[in-house]
């Protein structure tokens, strides 16, 4: 991830997340992270489906929580 999460922290993490929320008026942080994480859990079945390659997918999995695949 290269957009900054804080004044600080370049790094895709769920606790700075979960520490800025409120600046940015997010009710129940935890929530949506859950639903986001509901969200994109089937994403490797969705790619493979839609048939892209296993390279692309493996490109494209670090966009997403480590061990989705």
């Excluded at 991830?1 to 520490?19: P, W």
């Excluded at 048939?51 to 997918?57: A, K, L, P, Q, S």
């Amino acid at each position: 991830m290269s957009t900054a999460i804080d004044f600080d922290t370049y790094a895709a993490n769920t606790d700075t997340l979960l520490e800025v929320a409120p600046y940015f008026r997010v009710r129940s942080p935890k929530t949506v992270l859950a639903e986001i994480a509901h969200a994109v859990s089937g994403w490797v079945a969705e790619a493979r489906r839609l048939g892209i390659t296993e390279g692309e997918i493996d490109l494209m999995s670090g966009a997403f929580a480590p061990g989705s695949r």
